[in-house]
């Protein structure tokens, strides 16, 4: 089956490298999609091959009006966005952003038809009290509340401490396959539980320092449906060794 890779690209890559990347990425089978700056996604969008779709990096909580600097919904479909991540934890420690927030963004999102990539995940502390599940059924309750039919609908189980921005020291690593799997089978449980037939449907990505080395073997767990890149995506070779996955 194939997966589903994006590259969040975070504030990082100008117009013009961003433009000279596209060319460069590789047809794989399997789906990819970029996760670009606001600023030049409608650019990005025309010169996108038909197998590489673009994502919003966030939107704003509220629909339209008077809210300066925020970019709606609606507006993210005008440019193109297949995609748009929310929730993710960047957002959530430096923006102090809420569950009611996330789920105010998905429901915007959801009404536009943009595949909300929903991201969740623990911190380290949280991690060592042995509260993954705890954490992550709260996050899911709290983003997906009063949603009966999610529809097209991607989560993203990013485990804070294995994501490049939150770790000290040279070397990053990632979550361990075991970690890995056993918190995708807890979200594909929560999501069956809640959404039954439906749930099944919903892809459950995997980030935090996703690479060329570590990559086939995250994404050869089958309960792994994809994953969400950030630093790999930067650069050409390394985005290209991982969507290559076969
Ligand atoms: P890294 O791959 O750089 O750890 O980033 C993961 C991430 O935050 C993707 O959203």
Redesign the pocket.
Known sequence: MSKLIIA?WKMNMSAKAAMNFIPKIIKSKNLVAVAAPYTYLKRLQNKLPKYIKLSGQDVSVYESGSKTGDISAKMLKETGCAYCIVG?SERRIFKHETDKEINDKILNLLKVKIIPVL?VGENISQKRLGQTNKVLSKQLDGALNNIKKPGNFVIAY?PVWA???FQKGKIKKSASVQDIKLAHVFIKQWLNKHFGREGKKIMVLY????NPKNSFDILKLKEVDGA?????SLKVSSFNAIIKFN
């Open positions: 969040n993710h991201c990013e994501i490049t921005t980030g935090g320092t996703v969400l890149v950030g630093a790999a």
